[in-house]
């Protein structure tokens, strides 16, 4: 009888090592079969392969939050994405009004040939209407309208249009030429207001839409673009600190609205530059909205702005004038006019005397002297420096109220 071989130790791990490799092996394919068991989930299948990548969600509609501003440590090569300029218009344009004026003028007629020969002849007139159309806008519920002193003065009539169509004659609350802004006021109810932002920030570069009614074509909107800030010395107004812009401003437009991308007030459309044989396009002026502000506040408040006045006319000098006096152009004005009985002319001020310096400041233009001394309360004092031919002065004047013509309507 046969003896079976005895296992050894090298039979026995030989044995536990397969063991150990099918069960693995076994597990693994239990667990790639039944992924549940240990509360796996099977992987998605792979997507298909494409072309190009998919195009990119639609960017989300314009609001303040959503609009980026440059600053401290902001990335100026990020995109600014702006998909359009619907809300703000929507937001602002109800505001808006077109302005319909119109005044009676009467004309001596030219005499015919036959009454001339025979002498005296009675004269005779005509009359006509002058119509003229411009914008406004509503600035508080109580119907308070601004809008520019040239769109309504002289006017017999001014009746304003409602961006929903409605239609009412508008009373003068006062008038500064100065500036040439006015104030309207309007008797209805339920009345859309335009938000009245700042126009303190503004920065050349920000975007601007322009609102108005430019040649009766009713509501229009323009944009543009701030192009510079803080223009004077245009020759249209007294007080001359414009903001300027790309928007399209055409007639029509004067009174009307520019405001940010927010929908809000920053300003009133006054001029654009005469584009009349090849002239530049693209260069128009607006009043900014803080100026606006206290001009409305004191009108509403007075029936007029209050500004100070020394009673003396000044000029800025000229190059040869500079050269005589031995200062550096810009460095003082010349009085050109001067009221007699006044405390400047008293003082010994006399039309040719410079002026240097107002309140311990050098004088830089004659609108600088003129917007500085409009700042100033009437009743208080002021100091003068300047020289009355080759002598230097330094005296001191009393703030009167400046006078204005505006006019007046009940």
Same mark, same amino acid.
């Given at each position: 009888?046969?003896?079976?071989?005895?296992?050894?130790?090298?039979?026995?791990?030989?044995?536990?090592?397969?063991?150990?490799?099918?069960?693995?092996?076994?597990?693994?394919?239990?667990?790639?079969?039944? *992924?549940?068991?240990?509360?796996?989930?099977?992987?998605?299948?792979? /997507?298909?392969?494409?072309? !190009?990548? *998919?195009? /990119?969600?639609?960017?989300?509609?314009? &609001?303040?939050?959503?609009?980026?501003?440059? @600053?401290?440590?902001?990335? !100026?090569?990020?995109?600014?994405?702006?998909?359009?300029?619907?809300?703000?218009?929507?937001?602002?344009?109800?505001?808006?009004?077109?302005?319909?004026?119109?005044?009676?003028?009467?004309?001596?007629?030219?005499?015919?040939?036959? $009454?001339?020969?025979?002498?005296?002849?009675?004269?005779?007139?005509?009359?006509?209407?002058?119509?003229?159309?411009?914008?406004?806008?509503?600035?508080?519920?109580? @119907?308070?309208? +601004?809008? #520019?002193?040239?769109?309504?003065? =002289?006017?017999?009539?001014?009746?304003?249009?409602?961006?929903?169509?409605?239609?009412?004659?508008?009373?003068?609350?006062?008038?500064?030429?100065?500036?040439?802004?006015?104030?309207?006021?309007?008797?209805?109810?339920?009345?859309?207001?335009?938000?009245?932002?700042?126009? $303190?920030?503004?920065?050349?570069?920000?975007? +601007?839409?322009?609102?108005?009614?430019?040649?009766?074509?009713?509501?229009?909107?323009?944009?543009?673009?701030? &192009?510079?800030?803080?223009?004077?010395?245009? =020759?249209?107004?007294?007080?001359? #600190?414009?903001?300027?812009?790309?928007?399209?401003?055409?007639?029509? #437009?004067?009174?009307?609205?520019?405001?940010?991308?927010?929908?809000?007030?920053? @300003?009133?459309?006054?001029?654009?530059?005469?584009?009349?044989?090849?002239?530049?396009?693209?260069?128009?002026?607006?009043?900014?909205? #803080?100026?606006?502000?206290?001009?409305?506040?004191?009108?509403?408040?007075?029936?007029?702005?209050?500004?100070?006045?020394?009673?003396? +006319?000044?000029?800025?000098?000229?190059?040869?004038?500079?050269?005589?006096?031995?200062?550096?152009?810009?460095?003082?004005?010349?009085?050109?006019?001067?009221?007699?009985?006044?405390?400047?002319?008293?003082? @010994?001020?006399?039309?040719? $005397?410079?002026?240097? =310096?107002?309140? =311990?400041?050098?004088?830089? &233009?004659?609108?600088?002297?003129?917007?500085?001394?409009?700042?100033?309360?009437?009743?208080?004092?002021?100091?003068?420096?300047?020289?009355?031919?080759?002598?230097?002065?330094?005296?001191?004047?009393?703030?009167?109220?400046?006078?204005?013509?505006?006019?007046?309507? &009940?």
């Amino acid at each position: 009888m046969s003896k079976l071989p005895v296992q050894g130790p090298r039979a026995f791990v030989s044995f536990l090592l397969k063991a150990i490799v099918f069960g693995l092996a076994g597990a693994f394919l239990l667990v790639w079969w039944k *992924p549940a068991i240990l509360g796996l989930h099977a992987a998605p299948p792979a /997507p298909p392969a494409q072309l !190009s990548p *998919p195009a /990119p969600p639609a960017p989300p509609a314009l &609001s303040r939050s959503a609009v980026p501003t440059a @600053g401290p440590g902001s990335d !100026s090569r990020a995109p600014i994405v702006i998909q359009s300029f619907a809300d703000a218009v929507a937001r602002a344009a109800p505001a808006v009004v077109n302005i319909y004026t119109a005044r009676v003028v009467t004309e001596r007629t030219q005499a015919a040939p036959l $009454d001339q020969l025979f002498g005296d002849y009675w004269p005779s007139y005509r009359q006509h209407v002058e119509r003229s159309l411009g914008s406004g806008v509503i600035v508080d519920a109580q @119907g308070t309208i +601004v809008t #520019n002193q040239h769109v309504v003065a =002289g006017a017999d009539s001014i009746r304003v249009q409602l961006a929903d169509g409605r239609v009412a004659d508008a009373k003068v609350v006062g008038l500064d030429p100065d500036t040439d802004l006015a104030i309207l006021a309007l008797s209805i109810k339920k009345l859309p207001v335009m938000p009245v932002g700042r126009s $303190d920030t503004l920065r050349v570069g920000d975007i +601007v839409l322009a609102i108005g009614n430019p040649y009766g074509l009713s509501q229009t909107v323009t944009q543009g673009i701030v &192009s510079a800030i803080g223009r004077g010395q245009l =020759g249209l107004a007294t007080f001359e #600190n414009f903001i300027q812009t790309d928007a399209a401003i055409n007639l029509g #437009n004067s009174g009307g609205a520019l405001i940010d991308i927010h929908g809000e007030l920053i @300003g009133i459309n006054t001029a654009v530059l005469n584009r009349n044989n090849g002239g530049p396009e693209g260069i128009g002026f607006a009043i900014p909205v #803080n100026l606006v502000r206290g001009v409305m506040q004191q009108i509403l408040k007075n029936g007029h702005v209050v500004r100070g006045w020394l009673g003396f +006319v000044p000029q800025d000098l000229s190059e040869e004038q500079s050269a005589q006096y031995g200062i550096q152009t810009g460095g003082g004005i010349t009085v050109v006019n001067i009221v007699v009985k006044s405390q400047a002319y008293e003082a @010994g001020l006399r039309p040719g $005397d410079l002026v240097t =310096g107002v309140a =311990g400041e050098n004088v830089r &233009s004659s609108q600088d002297l003129v917007s500085r001394v409009a700042a100033l309360k009437p009743g208080s004092e002021v100091e003068l420096e300047g020289r009355h031919a080759s002598q230097p002065f330094k005296i001191k004047l009393k703030v009167i109220e400046r006078p204005t013509h505006e006019l007046r309507r &009940s």
